[in-house]
């Protein structure tokens, strides 16, 4: 390539066909090890009298006077150098805004061709990822779908280097993700085919590229590249993204006859156990199935933690055999597992054992522990705790936590903003959901969404836990808590009821065996109690901490900690814009009034961008 990447920043470029910037015909692969590239601030060369710079070499050191005083003495600026590059090229290589006005204003050609590559200003300035001069070019009618001497467009190129923001902001433009080289390959054909890894194919799946288009040599689809490359991440997303496993190329080869003629078992691995996946998904009963897998996983988990209650509460006193069913129950539950309830459905596991759990606690409640408490008063407890339990639990994972929702045009006029602003950045724009991020927001892989106020995504419900169910959250936490309480303390007092000994007469292992002996069913319930009330009261009293005295999420609270930890200067978790006290703290998070005596601040967290701070006075604050 022409510019070979580097870039005249006082340090070695004596003249324009020599040093960094004097580099014609470099292949693109090397383009990666050259990274001195000038900025705008970097320090000029040491005692040089500028004004003996010819203009080629002002225009690589940014040098306007210079370059004004040469152009207003008589010089073309569309007049090219020995290597058939002109003053616009060297500008757009070293991102001087400034030149590539003036120079345009002065006649210089915005699509001129020039270099050993036979490339346009935008080509390189696409190459190098200046963002800033792609849009001022694009601004001054540049070309994005011009082909270069290799056969590429602007996107291509911004595919080959991986400039994400480049990418996003010239499809945003109007180029399409579907354009096509000299060899009629789309940029996610070249992407699979010449970039180990995942970006930028994952990042050109959010465009809605084609995934049957074939090129116009070998008639390859993008999985056909991914495969002759030996792209394993590639190979994975395109599959992820349900690429054809069907479509044969000119010489009638599937993705997998490819995989079979390199010999990379991994790939034939992969492409064979997506076949056998998708040959399940057309059996009608498999579909049915899969409709209700979470209600299979529920029913398994119903009945694996009754079948170990069930095989503890034999009579048998051989372990040995007890043990023997137990393996024989967890083998036959996984195979269940593994043939009916597919891998995105397995994440609920989690979810289904607590309801399990939750069920077969409440059952021996009810039956076993309610007779021994006297009055209805003491019985209240566990009714009103199951209804609250049950009631936020639903709503919490029925609530939207906040996904940030905004359509394709949208997308592209946020990127087009934030590209023109000089803000297109992660801290700011979400490469996977192609949005705008909102203060305080997260992208959650798992969901595969970005979740305002984002706190965590918790397993025990599968479900993000944002601003729209965080409160509810924390009450699901306080009722549970509240269950568990109850029924560990009826579990106390059923054994005292109904056990002949009592730890204070009879010591802890005598006491330990009577126990198991009487009823091996409620210490096993016992154990279900204590291991749910230990991680629901832990995350109760993080949340409850988090909440009333930093008024943070947490999220918040885990980036803040590590940051103090990594920091010479300690971060304060409590100095934070988010913290107004604990009162207002609790009145905010859940929008209680308190019969008027507090005022929360109303805030929109899906729409707010920018950080305002509140006076102690004026606490009502509005989304903008």
Same mark, same amino acid.
């Given at each position: 390539?022409?510019?070979?990447?580097?870039?005249?920043?006082?340090?070695?470029?004596?003249?324009?066909?020599?040093?960094?910037?004097?580099?014609?015909?470099?292949?693109?692969?090397?383009?990666?090890?050259?990274?001195?590239?000038?900025?705008?601030?970097?320090?000029?060369?040491?005692?040089?009298?500028?004004?003996?710079?010819?203009?080629?070499?002002?225009?690589?050191?940014?040098?306007?006077?210079?370059?004004?005083?040469?152009?207003?003495?008589?010089?073309?600026?569309?007049?090219?150098?020995?290597?058939?590059?002109?003053?616009?090229?060297?500008?757009?290589?070293?991102?001087?805004?400034?030149?590539?006005?003036?120079?345009?204003?002065?006649?210089?050609?915005?699509?001129?061709?020039?270099?050993?590559?036979?490339? %346009?200003? !935008? &080509? $390189? /300035? *696409?190459?190098?990822?200046?963002? @800033?001069? =792609?849009?001022?070019? #694009?601004?001054? +009618?540049?070309?994005?779908?011009?082909?270069?001497?290799?056969?590429?467009?602007?996107?291509?190129?911004?595919?080959?280097?991986?400039?994400?923001?480049?990418?996003?902001?010239?499809?945003?433009?109007?180029?399409?993700?579907?354009?096509?080289?000299?060899?009629?390959?789309?940029?996610?054909?070249?992407?699979?085919?010449?970039?180990?890894?995942?970006?930028?194919?994952?990042?050109?799946?959010?465009?809605?590229?084609?995934?049957?288009?074939?090129?116009?040599?070998?008639?390859? %689809?993008? !999985? &056909? $590249? /991914? *495969?002759?490359?030996?792209?394993? @991440?590639? =190979?994975?997303?395109? #599959?992820?993204? +349900?690429?054809?496993?069907?479509?044969?190329?000119?010489?009638?080869?599937?993705?997998?006859?490819?995989?079979?003629?390199?010999?990379?078992?991994?790939?034939?691995?992969?492409?064979?156990?997506?076949?056998?996946?998708?040959?399940?998904?057309?059996?009608?009963?498999?579909?049915?199935?899969?409709?209700?897998?979470?209600?299979?996983?529920?029913?398994?988990?119903?009945?694996?933690?009754?079948?170990?209650?069930?095989?503890?509460?034999?009579?048998?006193?051989?372990?040995?055999?007890?043990?023997?069913?137990?393996?024989?129950?967890?083998?036959?539950? @996984?195979?269940?597992?593994?043939?009916?309830?597919?891998?995105?459905?397995?994440?609920?596991?989690?979810?289904?054992?607590?309801?399990?759990?939750?069920?077969?606690?409440?059952?021996?409640?009810?039956?076993?522990?309610?007779?021994?408490?006297?009055?209805?008063?003491?019985?209240?407890?566990?009714?009103?705790?199951?209804?609250?339990?049950?009631?936020?639990?639903?709503?919490?994972?029925?609530?939207?936590?906040?996904?940030?929702?905004?359509?394709?045009?949208?997308?592209?006029?946020?990127?087009?903003?934030?590209?023109?602003?000089?803000?297109?950045?992660?801290?700011?724009?979400?490469?996977?959901?192609?949005?705008?991020?909102?203060?305080?927001?997260?992208?959650?892989?798992?969901?595969?969404?970005?979740?305002?106020?984002?706190?965590?995504?918790?397993?025990?419900?599968?479900?993000?836990?944002?601003?729209?169910?965080?409160?509810?959250?924390?009450?699901?936490?306080?009722?549970?808590?509240?269950?568990?309480?109850?029924?560990?303390?009826?579990?106390?007092?059923?054994?005292?009821?109904?056990?002949?000994?009592?730890?204070?007469?009879?010591?802890?292992?005598?006491?330990?065996?009577?126990?198991?002996?009487?009823?091996?069913?409620?210490?096993?319930?016992?154990?279900?109690?204590?291991?749910?009330?230990?991680?629901?009261?832990?995350?109760?009293?993080?949340?409850?901490?988090?909440?009333?005295?930093?008024?943070?999420?947490?999220?918040?609270?885990?980036?803040?900690?590590?940051?103090?930890?990594?920091?010479?200067?300690?971060?304060?978790?409590?100095?934070?814009?988010?913290?107004?006290?604990?009162?207002?703290?609790?009145?905010?998070?859940?929008?209680?009034?308190?019969?008027?005596?507090?005022?929360?601040?109303?805030?929109?967290?899906?729409?707010?961008?920018?950080?305002?701070?509140?006076?102690?006075?004026?606490?009502?604050?509005?989304?903008?």
């Amino acid at each position: 390539m022409e510019s070979g990447g580097g870039g005249c920043g006082g340090r070695e470029c004596k003249n324009h066909s020599h040093g960094p910037l004097g580099h014609h015909g470099h292949s693109w692969s090397n383009m990666y090890e050259e990274k001195d590239l000038p900025k705008e601030q970097d320090v000029l060369p040491f005692a040089e009298d500028y004004s003996n710079f010819d203009i080629v070499k002002a225009t690589q050191y940014g040098l306007l006077d210079r370059c004004q005083e040469l152009v207003e003495a008589g010089y073309d600026v569309r007049q090219p150098d020995k290597e058939n590059v002109t003053l616009l090229h060297w500008a757009a290589i070293n991102n001087r805004l400034d030149l590539v006005k003036f120079f345009i204003s002065k006649g210089a050609v915005v699509d001129q061709l020039g270099g050993d590559l036979n490339s %346009t200003p !935008l &080509h $390189w /300035a *696409v190459r190098q990822g200046h963002l @800033s001069m =792609v849009i001022l070019l #694009l601004k001054c +009618g540049a070309d994005p779908t011009l082909i270069d001497g290799e056969g590429y467009s602007s996107l291509h190129l911004a595919v080959l280097f991986q400039h994400m923001p480049v990418i996003a902001y010239l499809i945003s433009k109007g180029q399409s993700v579907d354009t096509t080289d000299h060899n009629g390959q789309t940029p996610l054909m070249l992407s699979a085919h010449k970039v180990i890894g995942t970006e930028p194919t994952r990042f050109l799946l959010k465009f809605n590229p084609s995934l049957k288009a074939v090129d116009n040599i070998e008639k390859n %689809t993008a !999985l &056909h $590249w /991914a *495969v002759v490359s030996g792209n394993v @991440s590639a =190979v994975d997303v395109l #599959l992820e993204a +349900g690429s054809s496993l069907d479509i044969k190329n000119i010489k009638g080869e599937r993705p997998l006859d490819l995989a079979h003629q390199t010999k990379n078992r991994l790939l034939v691995h992969l492409l064979c156990e997506e076949e056998k996946l998708r040959a399940r998904k057309n059996s009608r009963f498999l579909r049915i199935l899969e409709k209700y897998e979470f209600l299979l996983l529920l029913v398994s988990s119903l009945t694996l933690i009754w079948a170990i209650g069930y095989v503890a509460d034999l009579n048998s006193d051989s372990w040995l055999l007890k043990g023997s069913l137990l393996v024989f129950i967890f083998v036959i539950m @996984s195979l269940i597992a593994r043939q009916f309830v597919g891998v995105n459905k397995l994440q609920y596991f989690p979810l289904a054992f607590l309801l399990g759990s939750v069920f077969w606690i409440s059952w021996t409640c009810f039956i076993l522990f309610l007779p021994d408490f006297s009055g209805t008063i003491s019985q209240l407890p566990f009714f009103l705790g199951m209804l609250g339990l049950f009631y936020y639990l639903y709503k919490t994972i029925r609530t939207d936590p906040g996904f940030i929702k905004t359509t394709e045009e949208e997308n592209k006029k946020n990127i087009i903003n934030l590209g023109e602003s000089g803000s297109l950045d992660f801290r700011t724009f979400c490469t996977s959901c192609l949005v705008k991020k909102p203060l305080r927001s997260m992208h959650c892989h798992t969901c595969n969404s970005c979740v305002a106020r984002y706190d965590q995504h918790c397993i025990w419900i599968g479900r993000c836990i944002g601003f729209g169910n965080h409160s509810y959250f924390v009450l699901f936490l306080v009722f549970l808590t509240m269950v568990n309480i109850w029924a560990l303390y009826g579990t106390i007092l059923h054994w005292s009821e109904h056990c002949t000994t009592t730890y204070w007469q009879d010591g802890a292992w005598t006491s330990f065996t009577q126990i198991v002996s009487c009823s091996p069913w409620v210490l096993y319930i016992f154990t279900l109690i204590s291991f749910h009330t230990s991680w629901a009261m832990l995350l109760l009293i993080l949340q409850l901490y988090q909440i009333t005295f930093l008024g943070l999420t947490s999220h918040e609270r885990s980036a803040l900690w590590k940051q103090s930890k990594r920091s010479k200067h300690p971060v304060s978790l409590r100095k934070t814009p988010y913290n107004y006290g604990c009162l207002q703290n609790l009145a905010d998070f859940f929008q209680c009034k308190c019969f008027g005596m507090l005022k929360p601040n109303i805030i929109d967290w899906t729409k707010q961008y920018t950080l305002i701070f509140h006076s102690l006075k004026d606490r009502n604050v509005h989304a903008v």
